[in-house]
């Protein structure tokens, strides 16, 4: 039993000491969130979450206090809302996919702080660019007549986040923006 007290302690103090943050050059990152979708064009009378899948790639040994990482964004989000139309309400669905590049910065809080308490932490900013397919799908009041639109628009989104690291492999992390999702949590792997 004090053997394998010992090997768990060896193999957690391993673990916390190679709990490498932020992500670094040649480092990839993974990762699947839900948040709140930032569909600000109507008001929405439903909503469902927006699902999001990033990719990150660490493009650069250190710079300044930190290190930079580029990738991508892929997120799917959908809406109702209801529109007077002619006295009559108008039901309104809407789905939405967001797709494109998106680049962050990575600070090194330990060697900027100076405290290890950070080691486990990667707090990021960074922008997306990209594109939003929007599919609205309606029935006119008048004649039942079922009618389709869609749109593409260009999008922008200034975020922030923080990721906190269970293993050197996993961990979980929150963001904050406004062009994809306005609050967002999930999970992410890198290897």
Known sequence: MKQLSLTIAFFLGVLSSTLAQPLTFGQQSIGISIGIPSMYDHAYTKQSPAISALYEYGISDKIGIGYIGVGGL???AGGEYNAPILS???SYKLSQTLIGPRAAYHFDMVDLTGNKDWQNLDVYSGAF???KFESAKYTEPNTSKKLKNNNTKL???LFAGIRYAFTPHIGAFGEIGFGVS???VGVSFRF
């Open 88 to 90: 009559q309400s108008v």
């Open 74 to 76: 892929l997120s799917l």
């Open 129 to 131: 660019l990209g594109l």
């Open 182 to 184: 306005y609050l967002s």
């Open 155 to 157: 999008v922008t989104d």
